[in-house]
């Protein structure tokens, strides 16, 4: 089946980051001259503007931040999927990050909620980094 929804475009720099989901492994850049976890990918850090980084692996736990319920399908392969979450997931190391949460009711999600990641194997090259309710 064709998957038809759309897809992260991939360059130099965030390539790793999919490489990793690929692998089902939530990783992020962390500075290693001050510490700081970033995300989205970046080439300086954005606290102390070193450009020496690695890519430390996260646990993957984190809490609802924000987040809407989406009752339109605002691209039509999406239509299937409506009502569904959209949320900013405040990870335990730091960054927050963009998702969905699935396997939960829309009327069930609730701001600090504990979630944890999972990867959906869209297709042969990208895994979606993407939330349920934790265990
Ligand atoms: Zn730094």
């Known amino acids: 089946m064709v998957y038809e929804k759309p897809l992260p475009v991939i360059n130099e720099d965030n390539a790793p980051y999919w490489e990793y989901c690929r692998s089902h492994e939530l990783r992020m850049q ?51 999927d409506i009502p569904y979450i959209v949320a900013i997931i405040q990870l335990d190391e730091g960054p927050r990050m963009e998702s969905n949460i699935t396997d939960c009711k829309t009327e069930d999600v609730r701001i600090d909620m504990p979630v944890e990641v999972y990867f959906d194997d869209v297709t042969e090259d990208i895994s979606l980094p993407k939330f349920r309710p934790a265990a």
């Not at 989205?40 to 690695?54: L, Q, T």
């Not at 692996?57 to 339109?72: A, D, E, F, I, Q």
């Open 30 to 80: 962390k500075c290693t001259d001050c510490g700081y976890v970033r995300f989205p990918v970046s080439i300086v850090c954005p606290k102390c503007n070193s450009m020496a980084a690695e890519w430390t692996p996260l646990s993957g736990k984190g809490r609802v931040y924000s987040y809407v319920v989406y009752h339109m399908a605002y691209h039509p392969s999406y239509k299937g």
